[in-house]
Nanobody
Framework: QVHVVESGGGLVQAGGSLRLSCVASGRTFTSSIMGWFRQAPGKEREFVAGISWNVSPWYADFGTGRFTISRDYAKNTVHLQMNSLKTEDTAVYYC?????????????????WGQGTQVTVSS
């Protein structure tokens, strides 16, 4: 079993920045894939960014150039640095863990999820 906990959400003005963090514990490995998703009210959960030990990080188009995912393998921690935030980035952000896949981007490919952290971007 894997336990996932996110932190770092909050309220920020458009153009500002936030850094989300996620700690995974339990049956995690260096080869585990960690990713971020988000879900806005009335919308489906969508992929934001992913990171794995053997490939470069991958991002949704809306995050490229604004979001950066990074990972501390010793601490099983992943961060999502979000810059130049827009009101449309408002959502609950979820951290998730997958195993044995190549650059997964679908929610169903991730087996373990955190409870989410709210990010609200005001205009």
């Amino acid at each position: 079993q894997v336990h996932v906990v996110e932190s770092g959400g909050g309220l920020v003005q458009a153009g500002g920045s936030l850094r989300l963090s996620c700690v995974a514990s339990g049956r995690t490995f260096t080869s585990s894939i960690m990713g971020w998703f988000r879900q806005a009210p009335g919308k489906e959960r969508e992929f934001v960014a992913g990171i794995s030990w053997n490939v470069s990080p991958w991002y949704a188009d809306f995050g490229t150039g604004r979001f950066t995912i990074s990972r501390d393998y010793a601490k099983n921690t992943v961060h999502l640095q979000m810059n130049s935030l827009k009101t449309e980035d408002t959502a609950v952000y979820y951290c998730a863990v997958a195993h044995g896949l190549y650059k997964p981007i679908l929610a169903k490919e991730f087996a373990y999820w955190g409870q989410g952290t709210q990010v609200t971007v005001s205009s």
